[in-house]
């Protein structure tokens, strides 16, 4: 872990004699994520400067800006890992580093990591895109970094900069554009590259060059910038295409890409060339997939509707899941997000909150308690071990009528709100969900 002190002293010149200590500065910002573990020591100055760059780039910067940009971190691989031998002969790679307004000393360091811990015949070149920065200190001090660097390796790093910020996807096609090595390794630009990191993912790819490859990268904690070793995962993605990891087993397959071959409903456009090539290929069906490589993925091939819920009668409001940890669904101005995501099950459950993918996710569902007036939010598995009444008759436009209680979910004057949802004798109303997958 990292922290700093500075304190300043004269030589006395009478060695019995002994300085008092200087009070340390009291902490000014003891609510600050940043001082919950960090900072002892710091001037109120000092406190100042780390707390304003903290709240720019959302890490401390102020200590990146302290410690040294070849800084050594420690050797986190598996001993096994550690005795393997690499051939010499892999393929060339170009690393590509995206960032839009980063730390200067986070770029460079990034940059450094790279360089020092890349065999030097492999490493083809290093692209650094900028999304159209905005801070003044990430226009030439990159380019005078970058000039250092070819003192030292003649035309290792480029810059690329877009003209207007085009997001991290087109971040990413603009680098592969530009890279002329065997292999692309597109990267944040806040990440550190560790003693051996490019190896195995090049002998991977020498060893079948369809395989697509990602690094375990160790969690650098944002406030002491200390580097905390990361568990192994096998990498997936649920039906939002969102990143999900899985513990690795014994006996895990490995994982092999494959095409869905399934429509919902929604226009995905002309996919026939991509058929064409799924054929060629001889992929395996999706089924095969969800069964062999990934059967902890839900498959989720019930849901009737998902999206926003809202009432006829507060069309600027949805069902949100409310305070976690809590289980009181809300009103809320709508925002679309996750907390205000809900999912429609064909065996009559709600989801509210979002839709976890895995078997063992905790999917909240819509419970009618069966008395009082408030609705609640309960786990769907241990809802349905315990008989709670989680099941609702609900269609388009019409009102959501829970299946053993007869009860409505419906809005009504609150207390301190406008509006709040309610469990009560149906009066009529009627909800919509913001999309339907088929129509019912």
Known sequence: MFSFRWILKEPSPNKNHKEPEK???PKLYPNSALFLKWGDGLSEEEQKEAEGLFRIYGYNAFLSNRIALDRQLPDMRDPRCLKKKYPRALPSVSVVLIYVNEALSVIKRATRSVITNTPQHLLREIILVDDHSTYNDLGKPVEDYIN????????????????????LSQSRITGWEHATGDVVAILDAHIEATRGWAEPLLAQIKADRTV????????????????????????????????????FKPNWNDLLGVY?????GID??????????REQLKCKPFSWYLENV???????DDVLGYGVLQNSLVKQQCVDQGDVP???????????????VSHRIINGEIIIGGLRSHKYSRN????????????????????????LHINWDFRQGREIRNKATQRCLEVAPGEYLDYQLVIQRCTSQSWTIQNLVTAA
């Not at 192994?232 to 939002?240: I, K, R, V, Y």
Request: glycine share 6%.
């Open 148 to 167: 250092e660097i070819h003192k030292e390796r003649p035309g290792l790093v480029k810059r690329v900069w877009h003209t207007s910020q085009m997001g």
């Open 212 to 247: 697509v490859v990602s690094p375990v990268f160790e969690k650098i904690h944002f406030d002491d910038l200390h580097v905390e070793r990361y568990m192994s995962f096998a990498q997936g993605f649920d039906w939002a295409l969102w990143c999900m990891y899985e513990f």
């Open 294 to 300: 990934y059967p902890s993925l839900e498959r989720w």
């Open 364 to 387: 909240r569902c819509l419970v009618d308690p069966g008395s009082g007036s408030i609705p609640t939010l309960h786990e769907c598995n241990t809802a349905r071990l315990k008989q």
């Open 23 to 25: 009070a340390a500065a």
């Open 268 to 277: 995905i456009g002309d996919v026939s060339e991509r058929k064409k090539l």
């Open 260 to 264: 869905c071959e399934q429509d919902h």
């Open 326 to 340: 809590g289980s009181i669904p809300v009103l809320y101005e709508c925002h679309s997000q996750e907390p205000q």
